[in-house]
């Protein structure tokens, strides 16, 4: 059973930045993407970032191009979340999630992700 642990949430004011770490453990490839997504109160979970473990593109939502970056480091089974110019409505929940997706349109949709990490909370003041 993969386990997925997010870390490196915290508090920060607005143009802060923040690294939010996920590693994977045991490691397996039967999945070929891993995402980050985040949830705040009263809202629904929403996709904020995805990348392949293999080969493919990688994806944003549009309310985090040019702010955040995702990246996969293999040999290490881990992914990152690198979030700058951090903003208020970026405060969330966010998740750590990896899942076997086979269409593009799908990359970002909580739904067909089947494991999830436990969360970490990112909190940004104004």
């Known amino acids: 059973q993969v386990q997925l642990v997010e870390s490196g949430g915290g508090s920060v004011q607005a143009g802060g930045s923040l690294r939010l770490t996920c590693v994977a453990s045991?490691?397996?490839?039967?999945?070929?993407?891993m995402a980050w997504f985040r949830q705040a109160p009263g809202k629904e979970r929403e996709g904020v970032a995805s990348i392949p473990t293999t080969s493919g593109s990688t994806v944003y939502a549009d309310s985090v191009k040019g702010r955040f970056t995702i990246s996969h480091d293999k040999p290490e089974n881990t992914v990152y979340l690198d979030m700058n110019s951090l903003k208020p409505e970026d405060t969330a929940m966010y998740y750590c999630?990896?899942?076997?997706?086979?269409?593009?349109?799908?990359?970002?949709?909580?739904?067909?992700?089947?494991?999830w990490g436990q969360g970490t909370q990112v909190t940004v003041s104004s």
């Open positions: 999630a990896a899942g076997q997706i086979p269409l593009v349109i799908w990359y970002l949709l909580p739904n067909k992700y089947n494991i």
């Open positions: 045991p490691y397996t490839d039967s999945r070929n993407r």
